[in-house]
Structure formats: structure tokens, C-alpha cells
């Protein structure tokens, strides 16, 4: 026994000093579930591949939790080398000059075989600086796609195969699946600040707020209560209130995706990062994939959608050796078998050139209808300054006035304008507290 | 009330016996104290990276802010709901307690038990029973005619929360009230019997009267809980909402602090907290525990 013991002491020292001789970095993710499972799966990879570098996943909890938590880490001098933040957080570590390393710099100073134009255009363009720069390295971007049930349709005596195009026929084919009590309600989304006020505006070439959505400086101002914005929501107002839409709650719309899953509302937006989970919940049924509505009458609609997602931040404060193994580590993780392999698994949007064609070339797209939905909607046009993403200071906060500001629509105690004036207001007051705290 | 006195030789003896405590003290609750005061007057970014001094803009801000003052509105209602109700039921479970010959002991153990459950846990409970898509208790409310809907409608969404902070509460109360009740002299309601009085007439005229510290103590320890106990319960089941109606001071405080990293802000609504604590602390202590007659 006691031999045994010493053994497996000896055995502890040995493998502890082999991981002495690697420089050892660390990763906080926000990626639970068979999501975190995959990531720790692409990192064994990494680190079996080659034996200089060692990277440790760490999981933090939710994105807002793992951005707050490398913010108090970096206060007390902890903080690990690469953080993963979500799209809203993005702002406030663009603003934070002296705490992150950007990664175009990173890849110079340490001399990384990287290309920026091998990235995707519309995945990249929301994470660099005016000059063009990449700050951050995308790693899971998505956008909000459309969902149905093809076999209410049917039953409603709707073409299965043709989801519809506008916003007018969501509202007519909810009426006809209604009336035929084909399901209880027409539709449900996740994200309401997300998917029906940013994504809904950049779709219909609407600002979303003053100087380029926010890219062009901290002096930006909210614009989202247009008539295009008052228009949509109201007519929310009104689906609520007639049973064609269905509220899925605040943030995420925890509550969305069962009335999809369970088939009691037929048509469904959300992430097209939710495409895996679809697959699995939808037992009894087919799943039809489409892009966002649109309105008819509003010009310059399609035009394309913006990412969510997040992306992967280095801070400052380690050694040129940590940034070395970041740098390596980063050009695994944007090699297109990573890339594709990542993509297809999860549904987040292939992030370089290369990791599309493969999966072209792969057949994966044919093999597997709806997965291209998302990419050919963030580049169906070339993005303006209205669609190219949107960068605010407090953007976290503001995502919660959004919500609080959509309750008050639905629960009738504002109006849509009202709402959105008051979300505005509100929001902006956030952004001025940002700028007054960043300059 | 008589107190032994003990006398030290040395002056410097008794400061040394109760510097453990004191450096305690000071560690964990008048450092952390000051460093929010002080973070209470700065203006940073999330970092750290640029601080500046800005007086009380923090709390100027604060007592301006519609949300805020709202904030403030509720939580006097939830706070106040809640020490009404969980003490109410508390007092009505204990007097039938108190009054059982058979099984006391068991039904006594059973009604403290909720008090064992952890917050987060008891507020997903409810959360459940009131979801309004799987909740048995919307489905009950909807046959009898009521729309249940606590993620749109803010009084629903206050009802909720006040009811599954004040379950766990009922437990603690109701061993405050027992012990309170068995501490009444059976003579005096023998007495008011004898005399004719019935068990309601005697419940409001004398045992309620008697048990008034108690009722006192409890009202503020109920309305400090209520105040600052209850954010996992909050977490749990509303998560604030629908548009900020149960997002109490505590709540608004993790809020705007931890989501959405306004240092300053969040620091100075721990100030404004913390005088509200101390406000209630000196309350009980003063007046509740040394003057309270009956």
C-alpha cells in the first residue's frame, strides 16, 4: 500500500514538472452545456497537438458572469490571458485601452502567421477599431435566423416548403394556422432586443443609433424609436394581444423555445446557434429554415442581419511567452478544420473564408437544410453603416431597458412610441454615463 | 438588571482581549464599509483604468433617477408585505399550535422545516408552481378565471416574490410566537376565563398584548430580511422583473454593479443600504428591545 502511495506521489512530481517545462495559459468561457463539452474537446486537441503550449478552458458561468469576473480579476492582477465576451460587453473592452492586447497587435509582436482577410467581412467588421483593425478573435458568432414547423403548415394548408418572406405574411400565415387550429399561436422569437430592435433594424436599413450605429465615437445617441421601429413593435403589441405572437420573456426568451418545441406557436426566431437544439426538440415534426421578415413597404429591407455571439479578448499584464502560446493557440483555433468542424457542430457561423468553403466542399450544407441560412443572411448585401453591427458604451445595461420598455408595451401601460421614446431616452443617459467615465 | 463588573490591573490588558474581535470587525465589515464609501465618490471605468473624484454625483444621480425612486417604492411594499404576511401566518399557525394537545410536537417540527430550504431553492419551487406556461398553480388560477402572468404583469410578478420570501420566513416566526406563547402564564387566561372571556376576546386582550416584544422584534428582523435576504429569491423566480417592478434596492444594487458595471453607482446604493440597516438596527435596539411596554 505504502509502495503504492509513493509510486503514485513519484508519478503526481513527474507529470507536474512536465507541465512546469509548458507555458501554461489560461481560457474563461461562458460555454456550458454540449457547447463547453466540444470547446474542451477542440482544446485537448490543441493541447495534444503539440507540446510547447498548454491551454486550460476554465468555466465562468453566463457571458454577463465571465466578463465580470475577469474585470475583478484584472483589478486584483489575476486575470487569465484569454477571456471569451459577449457582443454587448464589447464596447466597454474596446473603451479599456490599457487592459486588453489587441490581437492584431498580438499576432504582429509575436510574429503569428495570420491573415485579417481571411476572416469573414460581416463576422470581423464588429470587432475592429476604426482603422480596421481586428481587436478581438471571433470565436462564436451568430445571427437570428427563422423557424417553423412544416408540419403545421401542412395541416394548415400551407406550402411546407416556402417560409414566408415578409412581415405581412408571418402575420397572414398565423392567421390561417389559427383559424384552422393548426397550432395555438402563430409565432415566437428569443431575444427581443436582439433579434426584434437591433437585428430588425440593421435588416431594414434602419440606424440603430447616430455616428455609425456607434463606431464612429463615445458621442453616439440612440435611434431606434423611428417610425419603422414604432411600426414593428406596435403591430407586436397587437399580435400579443390577438394571440398571434407569443412573449418568451426578457434576455434570452427562456419561455420561447417550448411553445416551438411543444408545437404550440409555428413559426420561431432565434440564434442560428439554436439550430442544433431545434433539431433535437423537434421529435414529432419537421423543421422549415428561412430568413428574417421583413416589411414590404419599408425600402432598403432585406438588407442584412448583424452577428451576436462572442468573441475572445487577451489582456494585458503576461509574459511574452503567454502571448506567444495565445498567438499559436489562435491560429489553431482559426485553422478552417477547427473552424468548420466548431461550425458545424454548434451552428455559430463559420468565421474565415476557408472554413465555409470546406464545409462546402464537404457537402455539408446540402446535407444539412438550414445551415447556411445564417451566412447567406449577414452577407446577402454589403453591409452600410446601419448594418454592420453596433457599439455602445453600458451596452449590457441598455439590452435590459430594452426589455423592461417591451414589457411595458405588452403589459399596455406605454404605447409602442412611447416605449421606444422612453427606451431611447433612457439608453441614452447610459451612454452619456459611459462617456463621461471613458474620456 | 445587575451586572458584574470586572476591574483590570493593566489599562492596556482588556484592549488586548478584545482586539481579536476587533480586527475582525475591521477586516470584514469596516474595511469593506470604507471602500465602498469611498468607491461611493468616484467616477471609473470597469477596469479601473481612469478614476476620477466626483463628489456626491453618484448619489445626485441616484435620487434623480425615476428608477431608482421606484426601486425605493418597492421594496418599502415587498418589505412591508412581507413581514405582514409571514408574521401574520406565523401568529395564526402558532396560536393553533399552542392550543393542540395531540400531535404539537410533530406539526411544530413540520412547519420549521421550510426554514432548512436554501433561498434559491424555494424560489425555484415557486417559480414553478406560478410559471405561467407549467405552473400548476397558474393552471388553477386560470380556471377559475384569473390571466396569471408574472413575466408581463408587475403586481403578479410582486405577489410571487412576496410569497415565496415570506414561506421561508413563516418557520422563524412561528418559533419566535410559540416560545412566546409558552412563555404567557396559563394563569392569567385561566383568570380572563373564569371572568367569562371568550378565546377571541382573550387572544386580542391579553395574549397579543403580551406578545408584543416579540411581534416588535420580529417586524424588524422580517423587514431587514426582507430588504436584504432576498435577492436569491429574486434571482430565482423574477429576476427583477417585468421592467424593474421586483427589483429591490438589493437587487438593483447586484443589477447595475455586477451586470452592468457601474462601480460608482452600485457602490453608492450599498451606502444608501447600509444607513437604511443601521437606521433599522438602532431602531431595534433602542426602542423596540428597552421601551416596549405592556
Redesign the interface.
Known amino acids: 500500500m505504502k509502495k503504492a502511495i509513493i509510486a503514485a506521489s513519484l508519478m503526481l512530481s513527474v507529470s507536474a514538472h512536465a507541465a512546469i517545462a509548458a507555458t501554461e495559459i489560461d481560457w474563461w468561457h461562458a460555454m456550458g452545456g454540449e457547447l463547453g463539452t466540444k470547446l474542451e474537446e477542440i482544446v485537448a486537441g490543441y493541447n495534444a497537438a503539440q507540446g510547447d503550449y498548454v491551454v486550460k478552458p476554465v468555466y465562468k458561468g453566463s457571458y454577463a458572469e465571465t466578463m465580470t469576473s475577469a474585470i475583478a480579476a484584472f483589478r486584483a492582477g489575476e486575470q487569465p490571458a484569454i477571456v471569451q465576451v459577449f457582443e454587448v460587453g464589447t464596447g466597454t473592452m474596446m473603451a479599456a485601452k490599457g487592459a486588453i492586447y489587441p490581437v492584431y497587435q498580438l499576432m504582429a509582436d509575436t510574429g503569428a502567421d495570420f491573415d485579417p482577410n481571411a476572416f469573414l467581412p460581416a463576422v470581423v467588421g464588429y470587432y475592429t477599431d476604426t482603422e480596421g483593425h481586428m481587436l478581438s478573435m471571433p470565436f462564436n458568432s451568430s445571427t437570428p435566423i427563422f423557424y417553423y414547423n412544416k408540419n403545421v403548415f401542412k395541416a394548415a394548408g400551407l406550402d411546407p416548403e416556402v417560409a414566408p418572406k415578409t412581415w405581412e405574411e408571418v402575420e397572414a400565415f398565423s392567421n390561417t394556422i389559427m383559424e384552422t387550429g393548426a397550432a395555438k399561436c402563430g409565432f415566437t422569437t428569443g431575444w427581443i432586443s436582439w433579434v426584434q430592435l437591433e437585428n430588425f433594424s440593421a435588416w431594414h436599413n434602419q440606424p440603430i443609433g447616430t455616428l455609425e450605429n456607434g463606431f464612429g465615437g463615445l458621442d453616439t445617441e440612440l435611434t431606434v424609436n423611428g417610425p419603422a421601429q414604432v411600426k414593428h413593435w406596435e403591430n407586436l403589441k397587437k399580435w400579443q394581444d390577438s394571440g398571434v405572437f407569443q412573449y418568451g420573456g426578457p434576455g434570452g426568451g427562456a419561455d420561447a423555445p417550448p411553445k416551438f418545441y411543444a408545437q404550440e406557436c409555428a413559426m420561431y426566431m432565434n440564434s442560428s446557434a439554436s439550430r442544433a437544439g431545434v433539431v433535437a426538440n423537434a421529435k414529432d415534426f419537421e423543421v422549415g429554415y428561412g430568413m428574417l421578415p421583413y416589411y414590404s413597404d419599408i425600402e432598403g429591407a432585406p438588407q442584412n442581419s448583424i452577428i451576436g455571439g462572442a468573441t475572445l479578448w487577451v489582456l494585458q499584464g503576461h509574459s511574452d511567452e503567454d502571448y506567444k502560446a495565445v498567438a499559436d493557440f489562435f491560429s489553431y483555433l482559426s485553422s478552417p478544420e477547427v473552424q468548420a468542424d466548431w461550425h458545424q457542430f454548434s451552428g455559430y457561423l463559420p468565421i474565415t473564408q476557408a472554413a465555409y468553403e470546406l464545409g462546402q466542399s464537404q457537402g455539408y450544407y446540402e446535407a444539412n437544410p438550414g445551415s447556411d441560412v445564417a451566412i447567406k443572411q449577414i452577407t446577402l448585401n454589403a453591409p452600410t453603416p446601419n448594418s454592420k453591427g453596433l457599439r455602445f458604451g453600458n451596452y449590457v445595461q441598455i439590452r435590459d431597458v430594452i426589455d423592461e420598455e417591451f414589457q411595458n408595451l405588452l403589459n399596455g401601460s406605454k404605447t409602442a412610441q412611447g416605449a421606444l421614446d422612453a427606451l431611447v431616452a433612457r439608453g441614452n443617459d447610459l451612454i452619456r454615463d459611459f462617456q463621461a467615465a471613458n474620456q | 438588571m445587575q451586572t458584574k463588573r470586572t476591574v483590570f490591573g493593566s489599562p492596556v490588558l482588556p484592549y488586548l482581549l478584545v482586539l481579536p474581535q476587533l480586527a475582525i470587525t475591521f477586516v470584514f465589515f469596516l474595511w469593506p464599509a470604507g471602500q465602498a464609501v469611498w468607491q461611493s465618490f468616484l467616477?471609473?471605468?470597469?477596469?479601473?483604468?481612469?478614476t476620477s473624484f466626483v463628489w456626491f454625483a453618484n448619489y445626485q444621480k441616484l435620487f434623480v433617477d425615476p428608477?431608482y425612486l421606484y426601486s425605493l417604492q418597492i421594496t418599502a411594499v415587498f418589505a412591508l408585505s412581507v413581514a405582514v404576511l409571514s408574521i401574520g401566518s406565523a401568529l395564526v399557525l402558532a396560536v393553533a399550535a399552542d392550543r393542540m394537545i395531540r400531535l404539537s410536537q410533530t406539526y411544530t417540527t413540520l412547519l420549521v422545516w421550510p426554514y432548512a430550504v436554501a433561498p434559491a431553492v424555494a424560489g425555484v419551487m415557486w417559480w414553478f408552481m406560478f410559471n405561467?406556461?407549467i405552473g400548476i398553480m397558474s393552471y388553477m388560477l386560470e380556471m377559475l378565471g384569473y390571466d396569471w402572468n408574472h413575466?408581463?404583469?408587475?403586481t403578479d410578478a410582486m405577489i410571487l416574490v412576496v410569497i415565496a420570501a415570506s414561506w421561508k420566513q413563516i418557520s422563524y416566526n412561528f418559533l419566535f410566537f410559540l416560545a412566546g406563547l409558552q412563555a404567557i402564564p396559563a394563569s392569567l387566561n385561566e383568570a380572563a376565563a373564569i371572568d367569562g372571556a371568550g378565546p377571541v376576546k382573550r387572544f386580542f386582550t391579553i395574549v397579543l398584548p403580551l406578545l408584543s416584544p416579540t411581534t416588535f422584534f420580529l417586524a424588524v428582523v422580517n423587514m431587514v430580511y426582507a430588504m436584504f435576504d432576498t435577492f436569491a429569491v429574486i434571482h430565482a423566480t423574477t429576476?427583477g422583473?417585468?421592467?424593474?417592478s421586483t427589483a429591490i434596492l438589493v437587487y438593483k444594487v447586484f443589477?447595475?454593479g455586477?451586470?452592468?458595471?457601474?462601480l460608482?453607482s452600485s457602490a453608492a446604493q450599498s451606502v444608501v443600504l447600509m444607513v437604511i440597516v443601521i437606521t433599522l438596527t438602532v431602531i431595534q435596539f433602542r426602542w423596540v428591545e428597552r421601551h416596549v411596554e405592556y
Not at chain 2, 413575466?151 to 408587475?154: D, W
Not at chain 2, 422583473?241 to 424593474?244: A, E, Y
Request: overall charge neutral; cysteine-free.
Open positions: 467616477r471609473e471605468d470597469p477596469f479601473g483604468l481612469k428608477q405561467p406556461t413575466s408581463l404583469n408587475p429576476q422583473g417585468p421592467s424593474g443589477q447595475d455586477f451586470i452592468g458595471l457601474k460608482g
